[in-house]
């Protein structure tokens, strides 16, 4: 016996369809479950932004120096360990790999985190 889809206020269905007007729907999974969502014009606008700035030489070589402004946990990370986490990261942006960047930056929170005595090993 099959059960029909329940039915949605219309209200609803103009407010989905709008948000989907302002941005792109797309599919994650969370916790092993597939869901759809919105993500914003701005949001891909700042996305592709960030990419084109890291594939300029200029842009690259301030990218240490920034990362704690971004990143305040990255103040306990040395000079030639912000070098590492900027070049990591660029490669995963400019790869456009969501999951590559969210490791990078997870990996790299947590050695900051040991550094500054936050967290043990």
Not at 9 to 31: F, Q, Y
Not at 35 to 43: K, P, Q
Not at 80 to 95: D, P, S
Not at 96 to 109: A, H, I, N, Y
């Amino acid at each position: 016996m099959s059960q029909s889809a329940p039915e949605l206020p219309a209200d609803t269905l103009v407010s989905a369809i709008d948000n989907a007007r302002r941005g792109v729907v797309t599919r994650i999974t969370i916790k092993g479950e597939c869901a759809g969502v919105i993500v914003s014009e701005s949001t891909l606008a700042m996305s592709q932004l960030l990419t084109a700035l890291l594939g300029n030489e200029v842009a690259v070589g301030v990218l240490p120096a920034v990362l704690p402004t971004a990143f305040p946990w990255a103040r306990s990370l040395p000079e030639e360990h912000l070098t590492a986490f900027a070049g990591e990261l660029r490669e995963a942006v400019i790869a456009e790999s969501p999951k590559r960047v969210e490791t990078v930056l997870f990996d790299w929170q947590e050695v900051a985190e040991v550094r500054a005595g936050e967290r043990s090993t």
